[in-house]
Each structure stands twice: as C-alpha cells, then as structure tokens.
C-alpha cells in the first residue's frame, strides 16, 4: 500500500474520532474514556450472570411463577446494586478546592453580615467559621489550626495545587486534585474514595457482596438439580460459579477491611503509608490516632458534619489514647467513647 494511502486512512479515521468527540465530549479525555468501559462492562457483566441465569434455570423460572416476592426482592437488590456504583462513581470524594470554596464563601458572607449589623464579631461555635474573620486567608489559618504548633508550612501545602492540606487529606495524581479524608483512588469506580463518598463505597460493596452471594447461591442450586443435564451448560455455570466464589470472597474481605477502618477511624492510605505521613510516622503502630471510640466513629463516618477537619492529636493526647486497658477500662466502655 502507497504512503499517501496509509496517510489518507489515519487522517480520516482522526476526523472520524473528532466527530465523535464533538458528540459526546467526555470521550475525548483518555481517563474518562476508560472509565466509562470500566462502567460498561461492570453492567454487562450484571447483566450477562442475571440473564444467564433466568436462560437456564427453569426451576427458577417456575419458582418465580409459585413465589413472584423472591425473584422481585432478588431483581430489586440487582438495581439497587447498579444504582449505588452509579452514585458513588459519579459523586464527589470532597475535594479540598471545594471545601476552600465553601470556607471563603462562608468568611465573606459572615463578614457582610457583620458590616450590616456594624460589627466584625462573631460568636459562632463551629471551628470552622471561628477564624474566619480579620484573616486573609481563613482556610489557611484554619489548616495551621489543625496541625500541632511548629509544624513547617511545606509539610501540609500541596506541591502540585499550592493549597493547604489539612490532616489527612493527600494529592490523588489520578484525579490532580487533593481529596479530604483521601482513602484511595478506586479503578474500577473511577473516582476517589474520600470523606464524601466513603460511606457509599461501603453501602456499595455490602450490596455487591449481597448479590454475588445470592447469584452463587442460585447458581450452586441449578448445578445441584441439573448437573448431569447438558455437560457445556453445566461447564459454563462451573466456571462462572468459580469467578462469583472469588468475588465474593475478595468483596466480603474488602467489606470487613473497611468496616475496621470505619469503626477504628482510619483509611487505608494511613494503614499502608504510615510511615510516609509525617505527623503519623513516629506513632506505634497498635495507636489510631484519630479514634474517637467505636460508637462515635461509625455516627461520624455516617453523619458528617465538619468531620474532614481533625486536628492532629497532641502528644499528651497520643500517650493516653496508648495506655493499656484495664478492668476499670473495660467497664467503663473506654474503647466506646
Ligand atoms: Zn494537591
Ligand atoms: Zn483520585
């Protein structure tokens, strides 16, 4: 084939893409574009595990006829699932820019209330609006706040945003963005896992684990009555049933892993990288630092609130939370509250 032909060839199929960039412009970015597959075959992989099911199992067919409420509850837990990777993956995992946006808006709508009543005192609780005022930069001196007294300005600003961090946020490359709370960077969501969504990823892989459960358990039942029926049929159920079992058992770990995580009040990039961290690095190991007990962790984790911004606990703080249990302890629910 001549040069100019291949030339030819590549530029049409370039104009080619860049109509379909102009149609659907999320496309054009390349991490975007593999997210969206991602997405894609997360449902088809749903779809193809249900769909085969009800192509094969006429048992579950006629028991769906006798007892329409278990196929319903089973075909609701399959939306439900979908429905929640949808809200995850497409939420936001609380990105320190917007929480600087939410600041800044905050200190300027305060500081016109203030004018309009002739004064530039605030008497507010919140930590976060506290100082607010008479301060050119509030997220800035609200971050210095939550770092122990000392401690350098280049150890919590972002070398790639310059903005401040506070404790337990960190930069995402995948996402160029720093994220509050910041857990991990999650492939197959594509997106962050952070103070903002971390509770719908755990309400994400308990209803996935639910369902992978449940299709295992359906697909055991089928390979139970038919097995000595049509062999390739039997053969494809086998395999698919090995890759659910392997699901299921990666999905309920993951399940427990988290939920340790939420009832100790840590995330997995501070388990992992303690060391790096550096106001976590001289901190022994079997200390979570910011532990609040196993009743507020979970309220926290669940409600919110301002919880993103935890100040770092003193040493004074550290030395106490490390003190052995004792009777005493165990009776007063020290490890509650
Ligand atoms: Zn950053
Ligand atoms: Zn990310």
């Given at each position: 084939?001549?040069?100019?032909?291949?030339?030819?060839?590549?530029?049409?199929?370039?104009?080619?893409?860049?109509?379909?960039?102009?149609?659907?412009?999320?496309l054009?970015?390349?991490?975007?574009?593999?997210?969206?597959?991602?997405?894609?075959?997360?449902?088809?992989?749903?779809?193809?595990?249900?769909?085969?099911?009800?192509?094969?199992?006429?048992?579950?067919?006629?028991?769906?006829?006798?007892?329409?409420?278990?196929?319903?509850?089973?075909?609701?837990?399959?939306?439900?699932?979908?429905?929640?990777?949808?809200?995850?993956?497409?939420?936001?995992?609380?990105?320190?820019?917007?929480?600087?946006?939410?600041?800044?808006l905050?200190?300027?709508?305060?500081?016109?209330?203030?004018?309009?009543?002739?004064?530039?005192?605030?008497?507010?609780?919140d930590?976060?609006?506290?100082?607010?005022?008479?301060?050119?930069?509030?997220?800035?001196?609200?971050?210095?706040?939550?770092?122990?007294?000392?401690?350098?300005?280049?150890?919590?600003?972002?070398?790639?945003?310059?903005?401040?961090?506070p404790?337990?946020?960190?930069?995402c490359?995948?996402?160029?963005?720093?994220?509050?709370?910041?857990?991990?960077?999650?492939?197959?969501?594509?997106?962050?896992?952070?103070?903002?969504?971390?509770?719908?990823?755990?309400?994400?892989?308990?209803?996935?684990?639910?369902?992978?459960l449940?299709?295992?358990?359906?697909?055991?039942?089928?390979?139970?009555?038919?097995?000595?029926?049509?062999?390739?049929?039997?053969?494809?159920?086998?395999?698919?049933?090995?890759?659910l079992?392997?699901?299921?058992?990666?999905?309920?770990?993951?399940?427990?892993?988290?939920?340790?995580?939420?009832?100790?009040?840590?995330?997995?990039?501070?388990l992992?990288?303690?060391?790096?961290?550096?106001?976590?690095?001289?901190?022994?190991?079997?200390?979570?630092?910011?532990?609040?007990?196993?009743?507020?962790?979970?309220?926290?984790?669940?409600?919110?609130?301002?919880s993103?911004?935890?100040?770092?606990?003193?040493?004074?703080?550290?030395?106490?939370?490390?003190?052995?249990?004792?009777?005493?302890?165990?009776?007063?629910?020290?490890?509650?509250?």
């Open positions: 084939m001549a040069f100019t032909d291949l030339c030819r060839q590549s530029c049409s199929r370039a104009s080619e893409s860049d109509r379909c960039y102009r149609y659907f412009p999320c054009a970015d390349p991490a975007r574009r593999s997210s969206l597959c991602l997405r894609l075959v997360l449902v088809i992989m749903h779809l193809v595990y249900a769909g085969i099911l009800f192509l094969f199992d006429k048992d579950l067919i006629e028991k769906t006829r006798r007892e329409p409420w278990y196929t319903a509850l089973y075909l609701l837990l399959f939306l439900a699932t979908l429905v929640q990777y949808f809200i995850t993956a497409c939420s936001s995992p609380g990105y320190v820019i917007d929480a600087i946006k939410a600041v800044s905050l200190a300027n709508y305060n500081r016109d209330a203030s004018k309009k009543n002739g004064s530039f005192v605030v008497t507010v609780d930590p976060l609006r506290r100082n607010l005022l008479g301060c050119d930069s509030p997220w800035s001196k609200t971050v210095m706040d939550l770092h122990l007294p000392g401690t350098p300005t280049r150890n919590y600003i972002c070398s790639y945003c310059n903005v401040d961090q404790p337990r946020a960190k930069h490359h995948d996402c160029d963005r720093c994220v509050l709370k910041f857990d991990h960077h999650c492939t197959w969501l594509g997106t962050c896992i952070g103070y903002s969504n971390h509770c719908r990823f755990w309400w994400y892989i308990f209803l996935e684990s639910a369902l992978c449940w299709t295992a358990f359906l697909y055991i039942n089928y390979l139970h009555i038919n097995i000595s029926q049509t062999w390739w049929k039997s053969a494809i159920m086998v395999a698919m049933l090995i890759f079992l392997m699901s299921s058992i990666f999905l309920l770990l993951l399940l427990l892993f988290h939920s340790y995580l939420i009832l100790t009040n840590q995330t997995t990039y501070e992992i990288r303690r060391q790096r961290i550096s106001y976590l690095s001289h901190v022994p190991r079997r200390v979570c630092p910011f532990n609040r007990g196993m009743c507020r962790n979970p309220y926290y984790f669940c409600c919110g609130g301002s993103y911004l935890e100040r770092v606990p003193t040493p004074h703080e550290l030395e106490e939370r490390s003190r052995p249990y004792t009777c005493w302890d165990a009776l007063t629910c020290r490890c509650c509250f």
